[in-house]
């Protein structure tokens, strides 16, 4: 009876400790990424205020990759503090120099770091208070928003870079398009607030239920997609 017990026993803490190696090893594959603020500079300035869309961006990128699970993700915060000691431009959002981006590697523990920029972020609308009918015909603000027929348009391209080596590893890049009846931007266009103006942030259900959050939102979760997609091309 006692020497059953013990074969029992025994057979349990193998089977457990056989289910726990293939979680850590599979824990051990996730490659550690550093997520730079996207470029956005060659974009039209269309709405008011200080909005950083390249910020806004790149949080929801990171909130895709950390939902995931296929890689761990360096936290805005710490990244922050690093590119502040680097002296780190928004000019070099989109195609760091070799040596900084080996820099940072290192001072974050990195191996990867996915940068780059927004190409298309913008509304085609009519008749909503602002001149014209392409994007950003005017500057948004709080008497621009409505809820008329409009489309929107986001295009993103991403690239992720071996901080040791200098070599892009992948691409991807991330389109969305939204036409439909529906609130155009919301809260203000674009002020001080994190991802939108007025308070508004990209993340939030507000900002989503836009004809923009949502062109927004189908850009990111493709360019999310490709880069889950390489994570079987790193070492």
Known sequence: MRKMFWLTLALALIMLVAGALPAAAQAAKRPTVAVLNF????????????????NGISDLIVDGLVEDGSYRVIERKKLDAILAEQNFSNSER??????KVASIGKA???????????????MEQKNVGISGGAFGGGKYGVGDVGTKKGKATVAIAAR??????????????GDGISTRSGLLLGGG??????????????????????????????AVKAVVAKLVAAKNRLE
């Open 94 to 99: 989109a195609d760091p120099a070799a040596a």
């Open 39 to 54: 470029d956005f500079g060659t974009i039209q300035h269309w709405w008011e205020g200080n909005w950083d869309v390249g």
């Open 189 to 218: 266009g674009g002020g001080g607030g994190k991802g939108g103006g007025g308070g508004i942030e990209m993340g939030s259900s507000e900002y989503r239920d836009t004809v923009l959050g949502e062109a927004t939102d189908a």
């Open 160 to 173: 992720m870079i071996d901080c040791t080596t200098g070599e892009i590893m992948a691409v991807a890049k």
């Open 108 to 122: 974050l523990g990195v191996k990867y770091m996915i940068v780059g920029s927004i190409t298309k972020f913008g």
